[in-house]
Structures are given as structure tokens and as C-alpha cells.
């Protein structure tokens, strides 16, 4: 795990002098245990440590900071070159099976220098080109650079877990792991993104695609690798290497689909343990990550040094500590718990929305944000984490109705019947909530517009300014609406590409990074996601509303009962309003502050109506609120233009 960043500059320019240092500082919380860079010029390549200014005609830079997890000595330092001297890399993530992928190359012929998985990775890619792409297992921002070809290859792995940002501009290519190092060189005005800001604003989504909140700025999508010629300084259209095939279907029964997804799981789990320093866990006391932990110590038996980190709410409704102590006992792990209070968020505000980069969607990103910080104070560099599991599995309660709508659209009337009843026991999910919520996936967009502003759900709230969003051609538009048979599945898929998945898996990098730690997601594969997806529905929602009911089923024998049995769904749960009520005088500042002002897109006004409403009637908290007070710290710290 690190942070990478280069530049390539078209001559007669040369690399800004100021690049590599600044870019090593932005970057050291991602690698705090080495450092290098390389200076590429038609005359030669310096890889050095230690910055010196004395390579005037360099033409091209890349950076690494490294936070070192496999092969701890000086053999696996960034930036690497291959044996002939004509490829280098930086890397960012791990290769789970990189010593398949060694033993493969060996029987090729190819000899090693170091322990790591960087240069397996390098002379894969060297060996196979992008074909070595889809080969991997793990997690991977990367850019490679071909001295002989003059190119550069960035690529990112199959679900975006690691960030790898990039921007054209003024005849000069920079990218970087963190959107805050590209503000310094690339000359952009931090202008608003309007499309995403709809997005962000109204439906909570971020971070899917190629684009990011600034103009200009954009991002290599999941799955995706781009190259760049170093003679004319053009980037290519990303080119996507992999997808979910979901046209395949195992025809296999449910207990022998449990068996497999135990199976895969169990193997998920063995890679993601291949580590050179101790790996701890998060753990919720959900499904998916007891899961984690209990396979941990399946696969590291009764002398593993199991360590798990838990955030625990103050509000009794919501905490999840009984749960966490079933999973630390059964497990016997050496369990960590945090208790954030309201004035710690706000301590910590700036620097978090800081290291997010980009606005984020309620205060949980806090909880999370303490438990890796508690890691850290554990010494701990590796974490286990179940992101992914919720939108490969059908986790949410909204899936219910997304199963619902699948029933209704294949005329299966008395199922779907038989379903709602059933389904409509589970907690917060009664009748007409899930009737309503399966019309989301069942109108289309001009009935939904309608239908919304009878149920006072408009697709443009009179707190967003409409006119100001029109102007950029930014219209109200529904994102659930499903032509498919297969509803669940449509959804499942929107929720891993675009949805839901994209902005979590960036709250879980910065997060970690914060504090230098590598977090690791067991769930996402694509042999395990594939397999998932070849399922039947009823599968992954049972006929009576059991969510991952295969996957509950596969882990029969390893997670304790009570937990498979679990009826409730928390996660990192903060008490909102508890939370919101200590920070109201700041809530206020903020609303009334100069930067709220210059952002166009809010109604101010009914903002301040609708905040004034929430305080005196005390109704559930809403993240809308949270995404103003959000959006307008983060444009005060980024200095963000919505001109």
C-alpha cells in the first residue's frame, strides 16, 4: 500500500522543479516507511531517493511513498525497473497471488531480485502487457513506464479500491493517488462539476465513472487502463479490461451453491492473509465482518494474535457492542473499541473532509475514521474490512424492494405476494415502504417525476436551485428505473459499479491512509462477485426476505448462530441527531457563512427553512443536511469556484 504520482511535460518544457518534493509531502501519510522517485529524459533515468535537482531536461517523473507490507527490505523500493532496464514502475495496493503468478513466471524463465509482489507485477505486465491485468487478484493503482516505447500505462483494478486520479492540461500530464496533489500542477480553477453535484446533492452518489467534482479532473474508472504517448502527450480513451458477466448462470442447487461460496470465500480469505506484518480486522458485528474475523481464525488456527477494532455508539438503540462481544468471544480476539463524542467530530472535521478529497455523505465516515485511528495506536498496518459484501449480497433493506420489483416484472403475482407479506416482517421494511420502493425500480422516469411530487420526494427539492442546475444542463432524474427481468441482479450491478460501492470504497482508502494503514477487502474478487452474480435471485434474497441468505448458509460451522440469525441491519450507525444537536451553533455558522453563499446550486433560504424545521420537530435526521454543511467546508477548503 502507498501513494504514487507523475508528470510527463511535452518539450521543449521540463518537469516542474517543485514536483517530486511536493509531491513526496502530500503524499507521505500513504507511505511513511520509504520514498523514491524516478526522472526520465531521452539521455537517461535517475532513480534515486533522496531528492537533487540536477537532471534539468527530465521530461517525465514518477513518485512513490511506501508503506511496506510485503518484502519489508530496500529490494522492494519504488520506483522499480525491470531487468533490462526498459520498463519502471509505481504501484499502489497489493497482488494476493503474486506467488502463483512468481512460480508461473519462473517456469518462463524469469529469475527475481526481490520478494515482492511489485516485481511480479512488473514482469507480468512486461511478460503479457495489459493481457496481465485480468490475471491479478488484489487491489492496484499503477503506471508503468516503457523507456523504449516512450508510453506510460496506468491502469486500476477490477472495483476502484485504489484511487489513481489524472489530469491533461496545458501540455502536461500529472496523476496521482489523491485529487489534492494534481490542485498543485495542474493549473486547474477548482471549478464545480454540475452533474456530479446533482448526484452528490440529491441522491448521495459519488466518485463512479471517469469524473470527480472538479472540472477537469478525472479519475481511471474500475476496471479500466489508459496509455499515454510521451511524442504527442495524449491520453487514450480508457480502455475497460474486465466486466461482470452477468448473461452466466449456475444451474447448481442452493446447498451446493453455500458450498461454493464457502469455498471461495475460505480461498478469498487465505490470499488476503498474505501479509510480512500482522493483520487486524473491523468488526462491526454484522454478518460480514464476523465473518472475517471467524475466518481468520479458522485459517490461522489457535495461536493467531487476532486483533479486532470496533466503533461503539453512545445511543443504546443503535449500538452494536452485544454483537461485537459474540464475535470477540467466539473468536477470542484481543478486542479494541472506540466511543467518539459529537466535539471529537468537530475537532476533527477539517482534517477528514481534507483527506477525503471530496465531499462524503454522513457523519459514519467519522466512525470509521476512529477505528482506523485506533489501529494505528495499536500498531497495526494491515486491516481486514467487508466493504462490497452488502452490494454483492443484497444487504440493504432498499434490495427487498428491488427483489420485489423482479417478481412483479416477471408476472410472478403470487410469489410477489407471498413475498411482500413475508418480506414486510422484516424490521423497517412494513408494506407500502416496500411497494414504494419497488416503484423505484418499475416507473419510468416521467411517471416517477410525477409520482415523486405527490409523495414529496421531488427529483429537484426546492432547496436545490433548479435554475441554477438547468443552466448547466443538469436536469431532476430518477437512477433505479430497471427495463430487466432480473431487477435485484440490475440493481446489485448499478449499486458494484456506480451507486453505492464507488464512494465507500474511497471513505475506506482515505480513511486508512489517514493513519498509514492498508485496508483489505476479502469480498471483492471478481471470481467471487462473478459466481455470486451467476445465481439464481432467490438465492441471494430468500423467498421470505432473508438477505445473503446463500452466503449466511455457506458460513453455517464458522460464525456463531446468533449472528447468521440477525434480523436487524446497523452497520457503523452514528446517533445522527444526538451528533447534530452538540454541533447546531456550528451547523449555523457554516449555513450563513461566505462560502454557502457563493454556491449557487442551494436554495440558502429553504435550506435554512428545512434545517429550522428539523431542530424544532425533531424528526429523523437527514443526510441532506449533512451534504450542504458538507459541500460548503469542502469548498471552503478547496477553494471550489460554482461560477
Known amino acids: 500500500m502507498c501513494g504514487i504520482a507523475g508528470l510527463i511535460v511535452s518539450p521543449p518544457d521540463r518537469v516542474d522543479r517543485g514536483f517530486v518534493p511536493l509531491a513526496l509531502k502530500k503524499l507521505a501519510h500513504r507511505g511513511p516507511d520509504d520514498h523514491g522517485y524516478l526522472l526520465y529524459s531521452r539521455c537517461g533515468v535517475r532513480l534515486a531517493r533522496d531528492w537533487r535537482d540536477d537532471l534539468p531536461d527530465a521530461e517525465a517523473a514518477l513518485v512513490h511513498r511506501r508503506l511496506s507490507i510485503i518484502d519489508l527490505t530496500e529490494a522492494g523500493r519504488q520506483p522499480m525497473a525491470s531487468g533490462d532496464g526498459r520498463y519502471y514502475i509505481v504501484f499502489n495496493g497489493e497482488i494476493y497471488n503474486y506467488l502463483e503468478l512468481r512460480e508461473e513466471l519462473e517456469g518462463l524463465g524469469h529469475t527475481f531480485r526481490s520478494r515482492s509482489d511489485t516485481e511480479v507485477l512488473l514482469t507480468a505486465c512486461a511478460r503479457w502487457g495489459t493481457a496481465a491485468l485480468s490475471r491479478l487478484v488484489g487491489m492496484f493503482a499503477l503506471a508503468i513506464l516503457d523507456a523504449q516505447a516512450r508510453r506510460l500505462l496506468l491502469a486500476r483494478d477490477f472495483f476502484g479500491i485504489k484511487p489513481l486520479y489524472y489530469v491533461v492540461n496545458n501540455g502536461r500530464f500529472a496523476f496521482a493517488s489523491e485529487l489534492k496533489v494534481l490542485l498543485e500542477f495542474a493549473g486547474e480553477r477548482r471549478q464545480i462539476n454540475p452533474e456530479r453535484l446533482y448526484q452528490y446533492l ?5 466518485d463512479h465513472g471517469g469524473e470527480t467534482f472538479l472540472k477537469g479532473v478525472r479519475q481511471v474508472p474500475p476496471a479500466h487502463y489508459l496509455e499515454v504517448s510521451l511524442e504527442r502527450l495524449d491520453a487514450s ?20 451453491a453455500a458450498r461454493r461460496t464457502r ?26 465482518s464476523s465473518a472475517i474475523v471467524l475466518a481468520m481464525r479458522k485459517l490461522g488456527g489457535k495461536d493467531l494474535d487476532l486483533h479486532t477494532f470496533s466503533y461503539v455508539a453512545d445511543d443504546a438503540a443503535i449500538s452494536e457492542e452485544r454483537w461485537v462481544d459474540v464475535v470477540a468471544q467466539a473468536a477470542g480476539t484481543v478486542a479494541h473499541k472506540v466511543r467518539p463524542v459529537p466535539e471529537e467530530l468537530l475537532a476533527d472535521l477539517d482534517s477528514l473532509i481534507y483527506s477525503q478529497d471530496e465531499p462524503f455523505g454522513s457523519t459514519r465516515i467519522y466512525a470509521q475514521y476512529r477505528v482506523f485511528r485506533l489501529a494505528r495506536e495499536a500498531g497495526i498496518k494491515v486491516m481486514l474490512d467487508g466493504q462490497g459484501a452488502d452490494e454483492i449480497l ?17 408476472g410472478r403475482w403470487v410469489q410477489a405476494a ?42 429537484m427539492p426546492s432547496w436545490m436551485n433548479a435554475a441554477w442546475f438547468r443552466d448547466r444542463g443538469v436536469e431532476g432524474r430518477a437512477i433505479h428505473y430497471s427495463r430487466t427481468r432480473d431487477v435485484l441482479k440490475a440493481h446489485l450491478y448499478r449499486s458494484l459499479i456506480s451507486q453505492n460501492l464507488p464512494h465507500l470504497l474511497r471513505y475506506e482508502d482515505r480513511n486508512s491512509m489517514a493513519f498509514s494503514i492498508e485496508s483489505r ?6 471470481k467471487f462477485v462473478e459466481f455470486l452474480f451467476s445465481l439464481p435471485e432467490e438465492y441471494i434474497i430468500a423467498p421470505d426476505g432473508t438477505s445473503k441468505a446463500v452466503f449466511r448458509a455457506a458460513m453455517r460451522g464458522i460464525v456463531p448462530d446468533a449472528i447468521l440469525d440477525r434480523r436487524d441491519k446497523l452497520g457503523f450507525v452514528t446517533p445522527e441527531r444526538g451528533w447534530m444537536a452538540a454541533l447546531y451553533p456550528w451547523v449555523e455558522r457554516t449555513l450563513q457563512s461566505e462560502t454557502a453563499a457563493r454556491i449557487g446550486a442551494l436554495n440558502l433560504d429553504e435550506a435554512a427553512r428545512v434545517w429550522n424545521e428539523y431542530k424544532a420537530t425533531g424528526d429523523h435526521f437527514s443526510m441532506r443536511v449533512w451534504r450542504w454543511i458538507n459541500l460548503i467546508e469542502w469548498a471552503r477548503r478547496f477553494d471550489v469556484s460554482f461560477e
Open 202 to 206: 440529491r441522491h448521495g452518489y459519488t
Open 237 to 256: 480513451e480508457p480502455v475497460c479490461y474486465w466486466d461482470v458477466d452477468r448473461t452466466a448462470r449456475a444451474d447448481i442447487s442452493f446447498e451446493e
Open 263 to 288: 469455498e471461495l470465500f475460505l480461498e478469498n480469505m487465505r490470499l488476503h492473509l498474505r501479509s510480512d506484518v500482522p493483520v487486524g480486522t473491523a468488526l462491526s458485528g454484522g454478518i460480514d
Open 394 to 410: 443484497g444487504g440493504y433493506r432498499f434490495y427487498l424492494a428491488a427483489r420485489l420489483a423482479s417478481l412483479i416484472r416477471q
Open 418 to 459: 407471498a413475498f411482500l407479506h413475508r418480506a414486510s416482517k422484516w424490521p423497517g421494511a412494513g408494506k407500502r415502504w416496500l411497494l414504494a420502493w419497488s416503484g423505484e425500480y418499475l416507473l419510468p422516469q416521467r411517471w416517477q417525476t410525477v409520482a415523486r411530487r405527490w409523495v414529496g420526494k421531488d427529483l
Open 521 to 526: 477487502v476479502p469480498f471483492l474478487t471478481p
